[in-house]
């Protein structure tokens, strides 16, 4: 079974400022590394997602780096804002189009 | 209105109950997952279903059923057999087209407690 280290746990950033959370994987299957995003009581929601032959994606204030021969990628919010404040899980691939998901990061944003 | 529906939003148990945790979607998506979520802890698989009148138990099956009779509808039973059922229980279903062919996304939940 695939496993994925997920760090930090929580994270408390002021407004404005980066928040970055990373993930480690073991192995991958097929071609697809995620992001969620979930508010409290919500379901997880795609935010961005990755090929790993791609060093970078940006979306808006999201970037993922990804490193493969580190088997690490990680996400970076920029200008951090209060309606970032959720908790996001990475996610890598395993056989038969399954995910592995990491333990979650709280991240709070102070204004 | 098209998505992922869950069913009841909050559902309470007694022990010994088996309750059934609803799954509907209009996505035509034809695979769909459900998942357990524990407080700090990711998301874990219950069951998953490639296909209609097919289905493959996930990493923590045990105390769990499901069906897949409709492409539409992936029910969840949690059985007595289940020792600790309290937790949020989540529906995925997954895309195979999109941006990367195989996207997951999730429905609402459901938030079960044992009483």
């Known amino acids: 079974q695939q496993q994925v280290k997920q760090s930090p746990q929580s994270l408390i950033v002021q407004k404005g400022g980066i928040s970055i959370i990373n993930c480690a994987y073991e192995n991958t299957a097929f071609d697809y590394f995620p992001w969620y995003q979930q508010f409290p009581g919500k379901g997880p929601a795609l935010l961005i997602a990755?090929?790993?032959?791609?060093s970078e994606k940006k979306e808006g204030r999201f970037t993922i780096s990804f490193n493969k021969s580190a088997k690490q990628f990680s996400l970076h919010i920029m200008d951090s804002q209060p309606g970032d404040s959720a908790t996001y899980f990475c996610?890598?691939?395993?056989?038969?189009?399954?995910?592995?998901f990491g333990a979650g990061t709280t991240v709070t944003v102070r204004a | 209105d098209g998505g992922i529906t869950q069913s009841p939003k909050y559902l309470f148990r007694k022990e010994g109950q088996n309750v059934t945790l609803s799954c509907e979607q209009n996505l035509n998506h034809d695979a769909m997952y459900w998942y357990r979520q524990d407080p700090g802890q990711g998301l874990r698989l219950i069951y998953y279903?490639?296909?209609?009148?097919?289905?493959q138990k996930g990493d923590i099956a045990e105390g769990y059923s499901v069906s897949r009779e409709k492409k539409e509808s992936f029910p969840l039973t949690v059985t007595s057999a289940q020792k600790n059922p309290t937790a949020f229980y989540l529906c995925?279903?997954?895309?195979?087209?999109?941006?990367?062919?195989?996207?997951?996304?999730f429905g609402p939940g459901t938030r079960l407690t044992v009483l």
């Open positions: 990755i090929r790993p032959d791609v």
């Open positions: 995925a279903t997954r895309t195979s087209g999109g941006n990367f062919g195989n996207e997951q996304f």
């Open positions: 996610a890598a691939p395993r056989a038969d189009y399954k995910l592995s």
């Open positions: 279903s490639q296909i209609v009148n097919d289905f």
